[in-house]
């Protein structure tokens, strides 16, 4: 299984970035989608999360409104819309899947222990 991240780069505040991450090797349709992210010295933080097939989608409080995650299962792609950017959004932005289940826990998708594959990461830097 591969998760390859893509889109990072420099930006400044207010302005927007595109994530992508498209996986192969798995049956990308049965697995939920994950965005996390990681700055220097901190625990890397939940950021968003989508269902293989009914659209549902949950976000960090932070991010809520300012960026948006989807999914185009024929491409067996993942996306983060990032708008509005802040410094604070600074990060290794990584994605991540793991196997969906009949009855999720949002508990379970905010864990990053509860997935099973990772992407490698691509950086976003936000300049005030």
């Known amino acids: 299984v591969q998760l390859q991240a893509s889109g990072g780069g420099l930006v400044q505040t207010g302005g927007s970035l595109r994530l992508s991450c498209a996986a192969s090797?798995?049956?990308?349709?049965?697995?939920?989608m994950g965005w996390f992210r990681q700055s220097p010295g901190k625990e890397r933080e939940f950021v968003a999360v989508?269902?293989?097939?009914?659209?549902?989608?949950s976000y960090t409080d932070s991010v809520k409104g300012r960026f948006t995650i989807s999914r185009d299962n024929a491409r067996n792609t993942v996306y983060l819309l990032l708008t509005s950017l802040k410094p604070e959004d600074t990060a290794a932005y990584y994605c991540?899947?793991?196997?969906?289940?009949?009855?999720?826990?949002?508990?379970?998708?905010?864990?990053?222990?509860?997935?099973?594959?990772w992407g490698q990461g691509t950086q976003v830097t936000v300049s005030s």
């Open positions: 090797g798995l049956i990308f349709s049965s697995y939920r």
């Open positions: 991540a899947a793991r196997k969906h289940v009949t009855y999720p826990s949002p508990s379970r998708d905010r864990s990053s222990s509860s997935y099973d594959y």
């Open positions: 989508m269902s293989p097939k009914t659209n549902y989608t």
